[in-house]
């Protein structure tokens, strides 16, 4: 099991940015398949990003592709989401997701991943 605590959320206006961090803990992170879901308040969660463990491959959910950028550096064991152009109908919990299972592609469904961090809130105002 790993442990993942994430942070960088907070209050910001339409069109601004925020980064978003995931510290995990244990000596394997660069093995883990890591992604970014997030669930808006009434609804389910969803996939926003997921970024292989050698962080060459990365995919999006079609509403952030463009303005989500997701990124890792395995010396720190630390996974990053940077938001650019952020919009009302990005406000919603995010949360870190590690998959310690080796995958041939990385995969969308959070079905596949085995932990979570504890979520931070991300509020973009009109």
């Known amino acids: 099991q790993v442990q993942l605590v994430g942070s960088g959320g907070g209050l910001v206006q339409t069109g601004g940015s925020l980064r978003l961090s995931c510290a995990a803990s244990?000596?394997?992170?660069?093995?883990?398949?890591m992604a970014w879901f997030r669930q808006a308040p009434g609804k389910e969660r969803e996939f926003v990003g997921v970024i292989s463990p050698g962080g060459v491959s990365t995919n999006y959910a079609n509403d952030v592709k463009g303005r989500f950028t997701i990124s890792r550096d395995n010396t720190k064991n630390t996974l990053y989401l940077r938001m650019n152009g952020l919009k009302p109908e990005d406000t919603a919990v995010y949360y870190c997701?590690?998959?310690?299972?080796?995958?041939?592609?990385?995969?969308?469904?959070?079905?596949?991943?085995?932990?979570w961090g504890q979520g931070t809130q991300v509020t973009v105002s009109s």
């Open positions: 244990g000596r394997t992170f660069n093995s883990y398949t």
């Open positions: 997701a590690a998959n310690r299972a080796f995958t041939i592609v990385p995969p969308r469904s959070e079905t596949n991943y085995d932990d």
